[in-house]
């Protein structure tokens, strides 16, 4: 079945720093792949969708010059977290539609923990 | 953007008990979708149901797709352990996916 990879499963950063967490498909090209934010005993929230080699559209409220998406091709996309400060902690998960969109597949999410 | 209201919040059960929940929504969706997620993971796909009327089975789990298009309900008989965890409605409207807040299940041996 379609597998999506995402890295890093966790990581910790110092405040101002930026973070960047890669979303692959493995066994499927993905022509768009969505990201999600999910704070403690929340929902899933979508932040953006992007798709292979155009702009991603960001959904209302998400800052695009913060949350830098790159979908630069049909098995890769990236969410880099710029100047990250300790409210953008949070767990981050990306899913991705392939050509049959039989649903979506998720990755297993990264935890970002910002000092 | 569409709005999916899912209940209930939090169920705490008896292994062997059935379970019941459901997602309403305001709007109409092509799709709806459940998942499952546990703790620190992504949410896998339960079940997804195409058309109004759809019922659709998996296991113990069984969904619907409300005729409306606007609801959905997923129930899971003899609950067990393992069945622990947070169950998301999905709807697609088309395309992008948008979530309820999710039931939280907990089963007692």
């Known amino acids: 079945g379609a597998v999506v990879s995402q890295h890093p499963s966790w990581v910790i950063c110092k405040s101002g720093t930026s973070v960047k967490i890669e979303c692959r498909s493995l066994?499927?090209?993905?022509?768009?792949m969505f990201w999600y934010r999910q704070f403690p005993k929340q929902s899933l929230m979508l932040m953006a969708t992007s798709n292979e080699g155009s702009k991603a559209t960001y959904e209302q409220g998400v800052e695009k010059d913060k949350f830098l998406i790159n979908h630069a091709s049909l098995t890769l996309s990236t969410l880099t977290v710029t100047s990250a400060h300790p409210e953008d902690s949070s767990f981050y998960i990306c899913s991705a539609l392939g050509q049959s969109d039989y649903g979506y597949t998720f990755g297993s999410g990264t935890r970002l923990t910002v000092v | 953007g569409q709005q999916l209201n899912q209940s209930p919040q939090s169920m705490f059960i008896q292994e062997g008990e059935d379970v019941s929940m459901n997602c309403t929504s305001s709007?109409?969706?092509?799709?709806w979708l459940w998942y499952k997620q546990e703790p620190g993971e992504g949410p896998v796909l339960l079940i997804a149901l195409y058309k109004a009327g759809e019922l659709t089975s998996n296991g113990r789990l069984t969904a619907q797709f409300g005729i409306t298009r606007k609801d959905s309900f997923l129930n899971i008989s003899a609950s067990i352990p393992s069945d622990v965890g947070i169950y998301f409605c999905a709807g697609q409207p088309p395309v992008d996916m948008r979530f309820g807040a999710g039931t939280r299940l907990t089963v007692k041996p």
């Open positions: 709007s109409i969706f092509n799709t």
């Open positions: 066994d499927f090209q993905a022509t768009t």
